[in-house]
């Protein structure tokens, strides 16, 4: 008992102390001075930590803390600016996508975008049979049980695409979540037809709407991994991609879309129980920031690939 109230005394002292340096007018220019490296650098930190299915970390509970949340609010404020000025338009830049592709342990052929009805096809007849072979595992929320995590069309051979940077090859080299530590990559530029059909979540209520326009029930399979990271048990939903596949041709996550919406638990629709109505909801994961996934054939090959590898301050050189 007497070590839980040191623990607690301690915690609640480092969050003033957190509190108090961000409530610096110091800590509020930086974030208004910063540059797109720096900004590149705490998003891909950011990304990286992601980890949707596990409980928080001392410094997910750190920084939940009420003072450490209002103290942030300036400096939150003041980087949503900066990265506004150096992101520039948010939604999908049709102009510079490109496919990334891990070569550490391969040599990179290029990407088929062809077949994506099959390869839709192919994914939700694997989340079915999860689901269903997810009846079989525990009850209990709290079991330690895992499965797949994320709401995106994985696994699949879909092709995703991030836009290019002046100074990456792909904002998709730098921003991945639950990434393997990859050295080597390809990019191969991308070009998505110009009438292509583009839904965009920029935000919790578009990603929401599509949840509840196409839903899919993950109740089971999700229950263990989505407890642990929300503290919630389910009901759960997810797209059904094969059904967003009949009327969009790609999804794209915007920069502004996955900092207000991965990680939380969102209410998606009511449904009616046995006796009362029940709020279903989902999660946002594993999908990357700025990514699209593509649901129909509307790409083709575009400029010459590049090959990217990673130095060991982390930095990704352009090799060819």
Not at 35 to 58: F, I, N, S
Not at 102 to 124: H, N, S
Not at 218 to 237: E, F, M, N, Q, Y
């Amino acid at each position: 008992m007497a070590a839980r109230a040191a623990s607690s005394l301690q915690d609640h002292a480092l969050a003033s102390e957190l509190a108090e340096a961000l409530r610096s007018p110091a800590s509020v220019s930086a974030a208004e001075s910063a540059g797109g490296e720096a900004l590149l650098a705490g998003l891909t930190e950011a990304v990286d930590a992601a980890r949707y299915w596990q409980q928080p970390d001392e410094t997910d509970v750190l920084l939940a803390q009420p003072a450490v949340r209002l103290a942030l609010g300036p400096v939150a404020h003041a980087l949503a600016d900066s990265l506004a000025a150096w992101w520039g338009p948010g939604f999908l830049d049709r102009h510079r996508q490109c496919f990334v592709q891990w070569t550490d342990e391969r040599i990179g052929q290029p990407p088929d975008p062809r077949g994506a009805a099959r390869k839709l096809a192919g994914w939700k007849a694997a989340a079915i049979a999860d689901e269903h072979q997810a009846s079989k595992r525990p009850k209990n929320p709290d079991a330690n049980w895992g499965g797949w995590w994320w709401s995106t069309p994985r696994p699949s051979e879909l092709l995703t695409s991030t836009r290019s940077l002046p100074e990456l090859g792909a904002i998709g080299l730098s921003l991945v979540e639950d990434g393997l530590g990859w050295k080597q990559a390809t990019v191969w530029p991308l070009a998505p037809s110009p009438e292509a059909r583009v839904y965009e979540i920029d935000g919790p209520a578009a990603w929401t709407w599509l949840v509840a326009r196409y839903p899919m029930d993950v109740s089971l399979s999700k229950r263990h991994d989505w407890w642990r990271t929300t503290g919630i048990a389910g009901p759960w939903l997810v797209p059904d991609w094969s059904a967003v596949g009949a009327d969009y041709d790609g999804v794209h996550l915007t920069l502004w879309g996955y900092l207000t919406t991965a990680g939380l638990a969102l209410a998606a629709r009511h449904s009616a129980g046995p006796s009362v109505a029940v709020l279903e909801r989902t999660v946002l994961a594993g999908w990357d920031p700025d990514e699209t996934y593509w649901l129909n054939d509307v790409l083709t090959p575009g400029a010459a690939p590049s090959d990217w590898r990673r130095d060991g301050s982390g930095r990704w050189i352009r090799q060819s």
